[in-house]
Nanobody, 121 residues
Framework: VQLQASGGGLVQTGGSLRLSCAAT????????MAWFRQAPGKEREFAAS???????????NYADSVKGRFTISRDNAKNTVTLQMNSLKPDDTAIYYC????????????WGQGTLVTVSS
């Protein structure tokens, strides 16, 4: 599985950005994808995830810090997961990484290269 993240950039406080993560290779083996982020001088933290549940609909999960502002979704046809980020704050400044989980309940074992999001005050 290969992951390619894109969509980062510079935005003012209150603005919006959309990040995309395209999966190639054995993308059919993916159970879940997620976005994590790492701010300068801090550890990587979870932001949002989407679990692929074809029978009952996907299940999403968000960190409290982004809940209500970020939305994660996927496009099956394009093997792409998108993170729509609204009402951005300077605290959202970080490198955003997408990850994929190929063992249900296991760790995110594939990672994209990261994309930088900078929110100016």
């Amino acid at each position: 599985v290969q992951l390619q993240a894109s969509g980062g950039g510079l935005v003012q406080t209150g603005g919006s950005l959309r990040l995309s993560c395209a999966a190639t290779g054995r993308s059919f083996s993916i159970y879940s994808m997620a976005w994590f982020r790492q701010a300068p001088g801090k550890e990587r933290e979870f932001a949002a995830s989407i679990e692929f549940l074809s029978r009952v609909g996907d299940s999403t999960n968000y960190a409290d810090s982004v809940k209500g502002r970020f939305t994660i979704s996927r496009d099956n046809a394009k093997n792409t997961v998108t993170l729509q980020m609204n009402s951005l704050k300077p605290d959202d400044t970080a490198i955003y990484y997408c990850g994929a989980q190929t063992v249900r309940g296991g760790p995110y074992n594939y990672w994209g290269q990261g994309t930088l999001v900078t929110v100016s005050s």
